[in-house]
């Protein structure tokens, strides 16, 4: 018998519609069986191209013995983490309370009224190295439910506790403290022969690299540009980036950015396009640009949906086996290339009869040249032989949040090579977004073959206004920067905590949980805190609205309190920060006609406050009849000129 998620939204839920486990959505009627049967709730919460998810359903949500054990004794739900962050950030928490951390899959068991009492991440089917397999502890929670009730759930209450702990408002007045904090903090952890920040693992965090970019832009600090550079070129040279397909995986399991956790992640590859971006703007190097486009080329060949929305992940599973689909041995590489062609490729990119991973290599630039310009004419026939060798499952699901982010990565990189086709493809998947995301003002987190799933989220609003006002900024188009504005007034009214300040993740009229989340620091993604702050400086910019100019100053301060002690885990909010502590340049370009706008890539730098008047005022003269640039940096406003000065 089929179980409850037939129909879903979810391809993670649709992975698991055909188990012999009889779950459900979360949804009431899981809850209503539970209560009416006294039984308590096995909650399992991952994300469709998760490794670890995969093998724990192959041995456990697959096994019949497992699904009778599930069947009979419990209410089983399972949760697609990308979908509904609002459950994942709650019983996260509750995981990281109980044991002390925390990922994918989630594991937890809930009384019937959503109180967790046991949680924990992937579980075998059969006990193994101390660990406690699921046959083992079924059986073990049932009882204890059954007989020893009160014993079971007296951690419930007590970390329900701590997490509804009231904390006083710590709102402050932000300053470059917390800056130079973060840099010392940054300096302490980096690694100076590998880049990157502590061991292993090691996660991109291209929201990190941005902001330490714009540090060493702004405050002048050598170091900070050192620290980004290095990473970048780092991660371009490891295994995390796909030198055949381009593209980034989610995180390298070694120091080197040699092996990575294969999964491609939408958003990863959206913050370090705009890293990568931000890079080339300061330093004109060619190297970065050509990895940002490399990555944009790689999303708009295997992300892209015929619908111009961008899908959210690829998997790292193939054929069973995680990272099988990017590895290579030597002859291989000979048979689809040629012995001469192959030769030079599996010499630079370290093809070995050794290998790197498990007996097979992964193309790797370490150590070597990092342009690798001659083998560039092979990658269409590797790309070819590997999509064919081995298939790759891709979660087609558009999540708003994560394509507002590729809208701002794909708007920045046309910003800096003037290449149409990437502004084209952000305008697309708003095109996308705002025919099946958007409701008014209100916003559907997600959606798959355009259904829509769950209402909208915090990073849902803020990431898409992050997406809107790059659009703005690179076409000027009054109609990106309103609808921006009207997606951060709903935030205002729906998500706001009027007594402590910040934004809750979710909207004041959403389902309720036992707790109402707030997310203040951020993670492998950006907060939706964070990037409001980031979004609202922007904005008291590019309108000079003394509302924004409040709202930014109110949320910047609220996160001051919130980042003082470990300012590293605020990369998005020091940005924000940066924007507002040192203003951007502003420039007020005027000609005859909107066709003598100049041509991108625009001279100006990267966060420039851009305004263009067609026909020239008093206040906006044209100078010898041409185009005129009025330039104002800091609180100096440079003659008007006929030609950018750079």
Known sequence: MPNHLQGQTSPYLLQHADNPVDWYPWCEEA???????????????????????????????????????????????????????????????????????????????????????????????????????????????????????????????????????????????????LLLKALSLWRASYDAVWGGFGSAPKFPMGHNLWCLLTCGEKLEDPTALTMAEKTLEHLYQGGIFDHIGGGFSRYSTDRQFLIPHFEKMLYDNALLMLAYCKAYSLTQRELYKEVALQTADYVLRELTLPSGAFASAQDADSQGQEGSYYAFRPEEILQVLGEKD????????????QGNFEGKSIPTLIPGDTSAERCVDFLPKLRAYRRQRYPLHRDDKVLT??????????????????????????QRAWQYLEQHHRQGDDLFASSLDGNPGPKGFLEDYAFLSLGLVTLYEVTLEQGYLDQAQAFCRKVQADFADRERGGFYLTAKDSDPLLIRPKETADGAIPSGNTTMAYVLVRLAHLTRDEAWTQAAQQQL??????????????????????????????????????????????????????????????????????????????????????????
Request: hydrophobic share 40%; glycine share 6%; charged share 20%.
């Open 342 to 353: 192959g030769e030079i490729f599996n010499q630079c990119y370290h093809i070995s009869p």
């Open 31 to 177: 809850f209503e069986k539970a209560r009416r049967e006294d039984k308590p709730i096995f909650l399992s919460i991952g994300y469709s191209t998760c490794h670890w998810c995969h093998v724990m359903a192959h041995e456990s949500f697959e096994d019949r013995e497992v699904a009778d054990l599930l069947n009979q004794g419990f209410v089983s739900i399972k949760v697609d983490r990308e979908e509904r962050p609002d459950i994942d950030s709650l019983y996260m928490a509750v995981c990281q309370a109980f044991t002390g951390s925390g990922g994918w899959p989630t594991t937890l068991f809930l009384t019937p009224d959503q109180k967790p009492f046991f949680a924990g991440t992937y579980f075998p089917k059969d006990s193994q190295r101390g660990m406690p397999g699921m046959l083992h502890l079924l059986p073990v929670i049932l009882q204890a439910w059954r007989e020893d009730r009160d014993r079971l759930l007296a951690p419930a209450d007590q970390v329900i506790a701590l997490l509804r702990e009231d904390k006083p408002s710590t709102a402050q007045r932000p300053d470059d403290k």
């Open 401 to 426: 949040g994560w394509n507002g982010l590729m809208i701002a990565a794909m708007a920045w990189l046309y910003r800096v090579t003037g290449q149409v086709l990437y502004l084209k493809a952000a």
């Open 557 to 646: 301060s609220f996160l001051a309190g919130q980042a003082a002690s470990y300012p590293t885990a605020y990369p998005m909010y020091l940005l924000a920060l940066l924007e507002h502590a040192y203003p951007p340049e502003e420039v007020t370009v005027t000609a005859k006609t909107a066709r003598d706008l100049p041509q991108q890539p625009w001279p100006f730098p990267l966060d420039a406050v851009v305004t263009f008047h067609d026909a020239p005022t008093d206040l906006h003269p044209l100078v010898n009849d041409q185009t005129t640039y009025a330039v104002c940096r800091g609180s100096t406003c440079l003659p008007l000129t006929n030609h950018y000065p750079h």
